[in-house]
């Protein structure tokens, strides 16, 4: 009989230390670099964990960009209310509600629980999981 373990100690990836998503994954290019309206930056920090294939990444509806363990991908986006979500091909999809302000910087990081996605940030401008309001951090 043979038994085999995977898994993968780990240490947080920060938003320096992670590899950027390649450009070729990158599916919103115009988002990839500031502008006068677009002046809030999202930084988006996928922890290494479970090695698989990426998560597709989508803002608004839009895909952003397919993201892998140990990447990071920062946007640009104008002020307001957004909808951050990762889906995975076998699991449920990771959702966070965004309020932004003018100027805002955000990192918010995908966290693998065996499969099942989340998505965290210790931000103002987190507005917590899709319905659930109890944990709202409202400004």
């Given at each position: ?23 070729a ?93 989340e998505?965290?940030?210790?931000d ?16």
């Amino acid at each position: 009989a043979c038994l085999a373990l995977f898994g993968c100690a780990h240490h947080p990836v920060s938003r320096t230390s992670g590899s950027t998503v390649p450009r070729a994954r990158r599916f919103a290019q115009s988002l990839a670099k500031p502008s006068p309206k677009r002046n809030c930056a999202i930084t988006v920090v996928r922890e290494p964990g479970v090695l698989g294939a990426g998560l597709n990444l989508s803002l608004d509806g839009d895909e952003l960009a397919r993201i892998a363990a140990g990447e990071v991908l920062t946007i640009y986006v104008r002020p307001g209310h957004h909808l951050l979500s990762a889906r995975p091909l076998f699991s449920p999809v990771a959702a966070k509600r965004l309020l932004l302000e003018k100027h805002d910087k955000i990192t918010i990081r995908i966290i693998d629980r065996d499969g099942n996605f989340e998505l965290r940030t210790t931000d103002r401008a987190w507005l917590g999981s899709i319905g659930n309001a109890d944990r709202s951090l409202v400004h």
